[in-house]
């Protein structure tokens, strides 16, 4: 799968399948982030930044944009399971790829909890007889047996939902530009009035597209476990090169291109926190229920995220166990015909800790998961800022020993790559600044110093 430390043996480990197509890994790279921050939490981008949110995304987006760049070079040349994990280890040691791999499971394990509680909430809305924890529990079996059968299940429910996701967008975009232009029934051209009236594209200043950064940039988060889900297709470095190439242009058209959509069509006033920016522009365009039409819609990206979480944990423990820094008994993988080459083991362990943070969500929502949520809420940062540290020492040593290898190449390197570090600080340090944010930098930043501590520790102890 991939070359081990030089610090530590490798375990040895049975070969995950090769079941994933390119179709597969195109769609998760466009559906992985394109999700309930997208279609709901940007109304509090809007309320923060006003028309200038577009800006927000841009910036957001450039900086997530250079993280999967850096990220599809070191893939592209070295496709491994654990992804960002594994290199991390090759390039900084192996406190560096044990920690950055605990702190991203540990990360979507929780999130899982947020998704399967909000997709279950929209579903007993339609169906108020059945509980919302067995919903939960229904949705957790369900997408669980899919990911303990073959990886191709897990491509083709990523395929649909994702295909969804982006045709609903696109009808929206579609919409949206024929309801600025006045071409719709009952509309007259709108022009540039709700994006220089109100205050102006800055109405709140500058500071309002930094709030604005803070807010929707971990939206993007999502896009590494197309590096991760490569390493089960026939061919890794061509398929993430594609994938990449692909997702991040089109990911940027569909959020920054749906922002200008929105605060165009409608003044940014009249956009709330917590309600649908999209709902808004649907219901002033005269479609009917758009409300319940978006609802659909949210539901599916929340189970498309629980799917790719759950399948995306499973493959960084299997990683992890694979070099010795999880259990060896999550290297069992399933054989048999067509079902072959599945971490099931893997599958159960990230899935009953997924089944922790449900209860714990359920039971107490503002107190004990409030804590966990906080101590991942500013982790994702720390593993792009790891991703880039990595990419900083792999790339000179590729062009050392294995030029050819480099069949994606971050640009204008390393200026590029110092300056996506340059900007995760000032993102940390701009939340830190936050009184809302503030609590999610200081719990995560405990929860990441815990995991270091453990790393550095265990390879003291292995030292000769």
């Given at each position: 799968?991939?070359?081990?430390?030089?610090?530590?043996?490798?375990?040895?480990?049975?070969?995950?399948?090769?079941?994933?197509?390119?179709?597969?890994?195109?769609?998760?790279?466009?559906?992985?982030?394109?999700?309930?921050?997208?279609?709901?939490?940007?109304?509090?981008?809007?309320?923060?930044?006003?028309?200038?949110?577009?800006?927000?995304?841009?910036?957001?987006?450039?900086?997530?944009?250079?993280?999967?760049?850096?990220?599809?070079?070191?893939?592209?040349?070295?496709?491994?399971?654990?992804?960002?994990?594994?290199?991390?280890?090759?390039?900084?040691?192996?406190?560096?790829?044990?920690?950055?791999?605990?702190?991203?499971?540990?990360?979507?394990?929780?999130?899982?909890?947020?998704?399967?509680?909000?997709?279950?909430?929209?579903?007993?809305?339609?169906?108020?007889?059945?509980?919302?924890?067995?919903?939960?529990?229904?949705?957790?079996?369900?997408?669980?047996?899919?990911?303990?059968?073959?990886?191709?299940?897990?491509?083709?429910?990523?395929?649909?939902?994702?295909?969804?996701?982006?045709?609903?967008?696109?009808?929206?975009?579609?919409?949206?530009?024929?309801?600025?232009?006045?071409?719709?029934?009952?509309?007259?051209?709108?022009?540039?009035?709700?994006?220089?009236?109100?205050?102006?594209?800055?109405?709140?200043?500058?500071?309002?597209?930094?709030?604005?950064?803070?807010?929707?940039?971990?939206?993007?988060?999502?896009?590494?476990?197309?590096?991760?889900?490569?390493?089960?297709?026939?061919?890794?470095?061509?398929?993430?090169?594609?994938?990449?190439?692909?997702?991040?242009?089109?990911?940027?058209?569909?959020y920054v291109g749906s922002m200008l959509v929105?605060?165009?069509?409608?003044?940014?006033?009249?956009?709330?926190?917590?309600?649908?920016?999209?709902?808004?522009?649907?219901?002033?365009?005269?479609v009917p229920s758009a409300g319940q039409i978006?609802?659909?819609?949210?539901?599916?990206?929340?189970?498309?995220?629980?799917?790719?979480?759950?399948?995306?944990?499973?493959?960084?423990?299997?990683?992890?166990?694979?070099?010795?820094?999880?259990?060896?008994?999550?290297?069992?993988?399933?054989?048999?015909?067509?079902?072959?080459?599945?971490?099931?083991?893997?599958?159960?362990?990230?899935?009953?800790?997924?089944?922790?943070?449900?209860?714990?969500?359920?039971?107490?929502?503002?107190?004990?998961?409030?804590?966990?949520?906080?101590?991942v809420g500013a982790v994702l940062l720390f593993?792009?800022?790891?991703?880039?540290?990595?990419?900083?020492?792999?790339?000179?040593?590729?062009?050392?020993?294995?030029?050819?290898?480099?069949?994606?190449?971050?640009?204008?390197?390393?200026?590029?790559?110092?300056?996506?570090?340059?900007?995760?600080?000032?993102?940390?340090?701009?939340?830190?600044?936050?009184?809302?944010?503030?609590?999610?930098?200081?719990?995560?930043?405990?929860?990441?110093?815990?995991?270091?501590?453990?790393?550095?520790?265990?390879?003291?102890?292995?030292?000769?």
């Open positions: 799968m991939h070359d081990a430390s030089p610090t530590h043996p490798p375990v040895p480990s049975e070969p995950l399948a090769q079941g994933l197509k390119q179709r597969h890994l195109t769609m998760l790279g466009l559906g992985g982030v394109i999700g309930a921050g997208l279609f709901v939490g940007s109304g509090a981008g809007i309320a923060v930044a006003g028309p200038a949110v577009v800006v927000s995304y841009l910036i957001a987006g450039a900086l997530a944009m250079l993280v999967m760049r850096m990220l599809g070079e070191m893939s592209a040349a070295m496709p491994a399971s654990g992804s960002f994990s594994v290199h991390a280890e090759r390039a900084l040691g192996r406190w560096a790829g044990f920690s950055v791999g605990w702190l991203y499971w540990f990360l979507l394990v929780v999130v899982l909890a947020v998704e399967a509680t909000a997709a279950a909430q929209i579903a007993h809305g339609w169906v108020p007889a059945v509980d919302q924890w067995l919903w939960v529990l229904l949705f957790m079996v369900v997408f669980t047996v899919a990911n303990l059968t073959a990886v191709k299940n897990f491509g083709e429910f990523e395929f649909w939902f994702a295909a969804l996701k982006v045709g609903a967008i696109v009808v929206f975009l579609v919409l949206g530009l024929l309801a600025v232009l006045g071409v719709l029934p009952d509309t007259r051209p709108v022009g540039l009035t709700n994006l220089t009236g109100r205050g102006g594209f800055l109405p709140n200043g500058w500071d309002g597209v930094v709030s604005g950064v803070l807010t929707v940039v971990f939206a993007f988060g999502g896009l590494e476990v197309v590096t991760i889900a490569a390493a089960e297709t026939d061919d890794p470095a061509r398929a993430v090169g594609r994938a990449v190439r692909s997702a991040v242009v089109r990911i940027l058209f569909f929105i605060v165009t069509v409608l003044p940014w006033t009249a956009q709330q926190a917590g309600l649908s920016p999209y709902v808004k522009v649907l219901d002033s365009i005269g978006m609802n659909i819609v949210v539901f599916v990206a929340l189970l498309s995220a629980l799917n790719a979480n759950l399948y995306g944990s499973s493959r960084m423990i299997f990683s992890l166990a694979e070099r010795g820094e999880a259990p060896r008994g999550l290297l069992k993988v399933s054989g048999g015909q067509g079902g072959g080459g599945v971490p099931r083991r893997a599958v159960l362990a990230s899935v009953a800790f997924g089944f922790v943070s449900v209860l714990l969500n359920l039971k107490w929502p503002d107190s004990v998961f409030l804590y966990m949520l906080n101590s593993v792009w800022g790891l991703i880039a540290a990595s990419q900083l020492r792999l790339r000179r040593r590729l062009e050392r020993e294995a030029p050819d290898a480099l069949t994606l190449r971050m640009w204008c390197f390393p200026f590029l790559t110092w300056l996506t570090l340059a900007g995760l600080l000032a993102v940390l340090l701009l939340m830190l600044t936050d009184d809302v944010a503030r609590p999610q930098v200081l719990w995560s930043a405990g929860a990441t110093g815990l995991v270091l501590l453990v790393a550095v520790v265990r390879e003291l102890r292995t030292r000769p």
